[in-house]
Each structure stands twice: as structure tokens, then as C-alpha cells.
């Protein structure tokens, strides 16, 4: 029976209404009991934040786990993740996360895979503006234009000689992206704010699975 | 041995970039190992944050005996209840709570700063031309996002508008991308260059 | 006109040899440039050095690991410049996970922080769970969330730094280079709107468009934009860093991106006219 109560979907909206209308209408109220209360409220979820981290890792040990288990396809990197992943917690459960195998493994695998994935973006961003940027059409005509006009300014050595290009991509930058952006800031808030209302409601089902 | 480690951990590092860069030509099982590599120890630090985050918020406040911080702790627990069969549904309470305080900070802070405060910032200005673009701007991008109704007639020059405008702010973005991604590039060969002597 | 089309047709794989080389050739043989601090570097600097004795700085690098590439210099160059003001003291907190590190790092570099000493002009507070929610949370109560500090795992209570610093209020400036706009607008959200406390930015570059609308609504104090903003930066300090160094490989890239550009366009337009002719 209490597990039926737990079960339903209702008590899971409820929680979420009442904790986010608290949250929202704190800022306006400044009872120090009230503010004392949404203080430790604040202090739990950075707490569960730490939870999510541990349960999200988890779970992706979880997977590759079964894929080693099962022998799927691949399943020899699945078996190098296990391992990196456990040497890394059970090494830094005994030496702390500053100790250093932990920093050695920070320092050598993660800093240097994490920071190289983003920049081999550099390579296809180029291709990119090769192959796609076409005066074809006015909206692409003004992307490119615009697009080359800050990649000029950019450019150290054509700014020496056309000095002019530095005001004109601050004009564009300062000015008509301001008022593009600023719509679609103001846009995705008004989204957001609706959105926050159908939560408050219960009526947005689609958090809860 | 620390130096041998130190020396050892270098060359991993640039085998893993030299891995990571070697998918533009081909993806190899040197890509692989860089692919994985980065996975799991990403996976390795986050739940090793996550201990400490619970340590030294959760553990520390229980043990300066806040005993009300195991309602929490208990919540958080509840959310491996997703790996068993039968009690799954309890881990919804903890994303839930999380949820519930996120969207009420969220919600706070996205009314006053990116509504009011944006809107103020369009409106309360000295009248010059570039703020009536600005505002012909905000205006025009609104009504292209504007769903309700079919862009026809006059909304659907404003919307056209619109989207000029926003093919500006994505221009200017592109454009600032590829500086972007080139620096991200350049880090990355100092880094190599400097491990092999050729820069100070 | 065959070679038209094929002018628009280039391999991949040559572009990214070419690229390639012209990313590794202008760091070896260093080209110099010459730099005049933008009024949004200046901007920057004329902020820090506004700073007086007893000012508290909070200082959040949420650049991780995949941004610092770009931004690291940046981070330095501003870790150095509070360095040198005397009396200002430095708080460093992270919201993003793989950033707790990168402080040792920055440190590490800014050559005046050997002056400088740990627990009363600097501390190390660590990473915060929750992105926004931690930072709401942290601006509420700097105790709720951190009890230990990062470096040394003690007490934060047994350092003279945090003797008067409760909360967000306790603050003069927040300096928060990122990897993400997301993270300046949750800061922007959770620490500027409720209790005013000026930012200054490093935005990943390909965001300084966004930053430059909060920036025009007076909710970015000031933020450094692009290589060129770092490496203006470092001269003013008086550095030559990273940033500087890279310049000369802006040079030769975005011209190769401008020809790339020029030259799609031309296939594109010949062979159109090619097509109408048929």
C-alpha cells in the first residue's frame, strides 16, 4: 500500500511545485527564518549534486561492464574503461584526490584527451567555411559577410592595414548581434518563465519518467 | 622515479593528442585508446568530486551534529534504487528535489536578469540610432519567434527582418568560433612543442 | 571551366595539412605584432587596478580543461595582475568539475604569487556541486557548501582570510573566465542581479557576441574578448605569455580561412554561370 502512495507520479510533482515556488518566492521575502530554511534547502541539492556525480559514473560502469561480460563488440575497451575508472577511485579513496596517481591520471590522460577534442574542431571549422559559406541566398550572404568580416578583424596583420575593420566588427558585434541576441535572451526567457509555470502546476508531465 | 613518472605521464600526454588528432585522417584504435582514456578518467574524477562533495558537505555537517543532513544523505542514496528491479521508482524523490530547487533558483533569477533587466536595457537608453536598431532588433527577432500565427503580410516582413538579424549574431559568432577553436588548437601545439625543448 | 568546379572541391586532407602547417610554422618562428589595448582590455585593467587594500576578490575559473587551452593565458595574466595589488585578497572556487586543478596551475605561473602567501592574501576554497544551484547556494552561505579548503583540506575557519567573509556581500569583484556562456549567465543570475557585486568575464570566444549584450546591459562589468584581448592584457603586465605567442598564428590561419573563403565562392559562382549557360 505505501508503496502504491510512493509509486504515483502526483506526490513526484507535488515535491518539484513546492520546492521550486519556495525557491522563487525566497527572493522576495527576507524573514531570516524563511531564508535560514532555503539556505540548508540549497545545501542538500548541492549535496545530491555530488549523489548525481557518483550515480551517473555508475551507471557508465555499469554499461561497459556488461558489454565486457556479455563480449560485445568491443568489449576490450569496454575492459580498459573498468579498469582506468576503478585504479582511479580506489587510488584516490586511499590517496585522496590530490594524491598522485589520482593527479598523474588528471594531469596525463584526462587534461590533455579533453582539452585536444575541442580544439580538433579548429580543422572542420575551416572546411566548413570553405564549403559552405555561399553567397547563395541574402540570410547566407549576410552570414558569410558577416562571418568574414570578424575573421578579418581578427587577423592581426590585415587589421594594420585596414585599421577601419576593428570599428566595423565592434559595430556589428555591439549593435545588431546585440539586438539579435537580446530577442532571443528575452525570447528563451519567456519560454522558460511558461515552462516554470506548467512545473509549478504539474501540469508539464514530461519531467517524470 | 617521480622524474621517470613526470617523463612517462609527457609522452602519454602527447601520444593522446597526437590520438586525438589523428581522427581528422582516419579513427584508429589510437583514437580509441585517447577516446577512452578521456572517458573513464572524466568518469574516475567525477565520482571521486562527488565523494568529497558529500564529505565535506554531508559527513562534515552530521558529524558537527546537524543531524538533519541524513535526510539528504538518505535521498541521495535513494537514487541507486534505479539499479534495482523492484524499487526504481523511488529514485524519482531525489531527482525531484533537485530538480524542484533548480528550476526555483533558475525561474529567480531568469525573471529579473534575462527578462526585466534585458528589456530595461533596450528600452531605458539615450536615443541614439544604433539603440533604435537594437530595438528594431529585439522587436523583430520577438515576432520571428512568434509561432502563434502565420507570418504572412506585415509580420512576415518583421519576421524576414528578424532573421537578417539573426544571421548577424550567428555570423558574428561563427567568425568568433573559428578565432576560438584555433586558439584551442594552438594551446594544444605550445603544449607538444614545449615538451619537446622546441619552445621555452 | 572543369578547373572552376574543382576549385570548390579541394580535399579535406589538404586543407588540413595546410592548416596544420600554418598553425606550427608562426610559433617557431615568432613573428612580433604590434598591440594597442582595446578599450575593452583597458576596461579590465583600469577594474583591477581600481581595487584597494582589503578588497575581497572572488575568483571562479570555470574554463576546465577544455577551454584552458584558449583562455589559460588569460586566467594567468589576471591572476598576476591581483597578485600585484597589495592588500587584495583572493578567493578561487570552481563550479566546473574538471577546473579544481587549474588553480594550482595559474598560480604556479603568475610569478608574483611567490609574494604572496596562502591563507592571508589567497585560499583555495575547491569545487561546488549543483552549477547554479551551488552557486545560489554559495552566495547564500560560503559555510553551507565549502567546510575544507582544497590545497590543504583544513578547516577554512583556521585561515585569516576568511575571517570576515561570510557571503557574497563580503565581495568587491567576481572574476570568472569560463568555458560557456551558460556558466556567466548563472552568474550573472545567482550573484550580480541579487547582490550586485561587478563581473568581469574571460567568455570563450566564440561567446563574445553574447557577452557583448550583457555587457551593453551593465550586467558584465567588463570582459577580455578574443587572443588578441589576452595578449593585450600581457603587455600591459608586462608579460610575454601564451597569448602573445599565438598571435602570430591568428595571422596566418584567418588569412588562410579568408582565401578558402574567397576561393569556394569563386567555383561557386563560376559554376552557376557555367550551368545558366547550358
Redesign the interface.
Known amino acids: 500500500m505505501t508503496s502504491e502512495i ?2 504515483r ?1 502526483e506526490l ?2 507535488a ?10 518566492l ?2 522576495s521575502v527576507v524573514e531570516p527564518g524563511v531564508q535560514s530554511v532555503t539556505a ?19 551507471e ?3 554499461y561497459h561492464s556488461k558489454v565486457v561480460y556479455k563480449k560485445q563488440r ?1 568489449w576490450y ?1 569496454s575492459a ?6 576503478l ?3 580506489f587510488s ?2 586511499i590517496q585522496g ?1 590530490k594524491g ?1 596517481i ?1 593527479q ?20 572542420y ?2 572546411s566548413a ?1 570553405y564549403r559552405t559559406l555561399r553567397l547563395r541566398s ?3 550572404a ?10 578579418a578583424a ?1 587577423d592581426p596583420i590585415i587589421t594594420i592595414y585596414v585599421p577601419q575593420l576593428t570599428a566595423v ?1 565592434d559595430w ?19 519560454g ?2 511558461f515552462l ?1 509555470v506548467r ?1 509549478f502546476l504539474g501540469r508539464e508531465r514530461s ?3 | 622515479m617521480t622524474d621517470v ?1 613526470t617523463l612517462f ?2 609522452y ?3 601520444i ?2 597526437l590520438a ?2 589523428s ?3 582516419k579513427e584508429t584504435d589510437l583514437f ?23 564529505n ?3 559527513v ?2 552530521i558529524s558537527k551534529g546537524r543531524y ?2 541524513i ?3 538518505i ?3 535513494l ?2 534504487t ?2 534495482s528491479g523492484k524499487l526504481w ?2 529514485a ?24 526585466l ?6 528600452v531605458i537608453t539615450p536615443v541614439t540610432v ?1 539603440s533604435l ?10 515576432v ?2 512568434y509561432f502563434t500565427r502565420e507570418h504572412k503580410g506585415a509580420l512576415g516582413y518583421v519576421s524576414t527582418l ?30 607538444i ?1 614545449r615538451a619537446l625543448g ?2 621555452p | 571551366m572543369g578547373w572552376a568546379k574543382k576549385m570548390g572541391e579541394i580535399s579535406s ?1 589538404w586543407i ?1 595539412i595546410l592548416l596544420a602547417i600554418l ?2 610554422i608562426p ?2 618562428v615568432p613573428i612580433p605584432l604590434p598591440l594597442t589595448p582595446s578599450h575593452y582590455t583597458m576596461e579590465v585593467y583600469e577594474t583591477i587596478e581600481s581595487l584597494k587594500p582589503g578588497d575581497n576578490v572572488l575568483f571562479v575559473i570555470d574554463t576546465g580543461t ?5 583562455l ?1 593565458p588569460g586566467v594567468i595574466a589576471l591572476v598576476e595582475h591581483l597578485f600585484r595589488k597589495d592588500g587584495v585578497k583572493v578567493f578561487f572556487v570552481e563550479f566546473e ?2 577546473s ?1 586543478p587549474l588553480v594550482d596551475r595559474a598560480v604556479a605561473a603568475a610569478p608574483s604569487a611567490s609574494k604572496k602567501k596562502y591563507g592571508e592574501d589567497w585560499i583555495h576554497l ?5 552549477e ?2 551551488g552557486k ?1 547556494s554559495f552566495a547564500a552561505d560560503i559555510r ?5 579548503d582544497y590545497k590543504y583540506g583544513k578547516p577554512i575557519d583556521e585561515y585569516p582570510i576568511m575571517k570576515n567573509v561570510k557571503n557574497m556581500n563580503d565581495f568587491k569583484l567576481i572574476v570568472e573566465p569560463t568555458n560557456a556562456i551558460t556558466w556567466m ?2 552568474a ?3 550573484w ?3 547582490y550586485h557585486v561587478p563581473i568581469i568575464s574571460i567568455p ?7 557577452a557583448e ?1 550583457y555587457y ?4 558584465l562589468k567588463a570582459y577580455l574578448a ?2 588578441s584581448g589576452l595578449a593585450e592584457y600581457e603587455k600591459l603586465l608586462g608579460m610575454y605569455g ?1 597569448a602573445t ?2 598571435l602570430a ?2 595571422t596566418t ?2 588569412t588562410y ?1 579568408i582565401i578558402l573563403f574567397v576561393i569556394g565562392n569563386i567555383s561557386y559562382f563560376l559554376s552557376r554561370r557555367k550551368k545558366e549557360v547550358k
Open positions: 510512493f509509486k507520479k513526484v510533482f515535491l518539484i511545485a513546492f520546492l521550486g515556488l519556495w525557491l522563487f525566497d527572493y540548508d534547502i540549497l545545501k542538500w541539492a548541492t549535496l545530491l549534486g555530488g549523489f548525481m556525480l557518483i550515480y551517473g559514473g555508475l557508465a560502469l555499469r568491443n575497451w580498459y574503461f573498468v579498469a582506468i575508472v585504479v582511479y577511485v584516490g579513496l584526490s598522485m589520482p598523474w591520471l588528471f594531469n596525463n590522460m584526462l587534461d590533455p584527451a579533453s582539452a585536444t577534442m575541442y580544439s580538433i574542431l579548429a580543422f571549422i575551416i567555411l541574402i540570410e547566407l549576410i552570414l558569410s559577410l558577416v562571418t568574414i568580416i570578424v575573421v581578427n566588427r556589428f558585434i555591439s549593435v545588431p548581434n546585440v539586438g539579435a541576441n537580446r530577442g532571443f535572451v528575452i525570447g528563451a526567457a519567456i522558460a518563465i516554470g512545473v519531467l517524470v519518467r | 613518472l605521464g609527457t602519454i600526454a602527447i593522446i593528442t586525438v588528432y581522427y581528422i585522417i580509441r585508446f585517447a577516446e577512452y582514456s578521456f572517458l573513464a578518467t572524466s568518469i574516475g574524477w567525477a565520482i571521486l568530486l562527488g565523494l568529497d562533495t558529500i565535506n558537505v554531508g562534515s555537517a538533519d543532513y535526510i539528504p544523505i535521498l541521495g542514496l537514487l541507486f534505479r539499479f521508482y523511488l524519482r524523490y531525489p531527482v525531484a528535489f533537485i530538480l524542484g530547487v533548480g528550476l526555483g533558483v533558475f525561474m529567480r533569477g531568469q525573471i529579473h536578469a534575462m527578462f533587466q534585458q528589456i530595461a536595457a533596450t544604433d536598431i537594437i530595438l528594431v532588433g529585439v522587436l523583430s527577432v520577438l520571428f519567434f528578424g532573421r537578417y538579424f539573426l544571421m548577424v549574431g550567428f555570423g558574428a559568432t561563427f567568425g568568433n568560433t573559428v578565432l576560438y577553436r584555433i586558439n584551442l588548437a594552438v594551446g594544444r601545439i605550445i603544449f612543442l622546441l619552445l | 586532407k588540413y598553425l606550427v610559433l617557431l577544455s577551454g584552458w587551452p584558449a589559460g568539475s574538471t579544481p575547491g569545487f561546488v556541486a549543483g547554479e544551484t545560489a553551507k557548501v565549502i567546510s575544507v549567465e548563472q550573472i543570475r545567482q550580480y542581479t541579487p570563450p570566444f566564440l561567446d563574445v557576441p553574447w549584450n551593453r546591459a551593465g550586467q578574443g587572443t601564451d605567442r599565438g598564428v591568428m590561419t584567418h580561412a
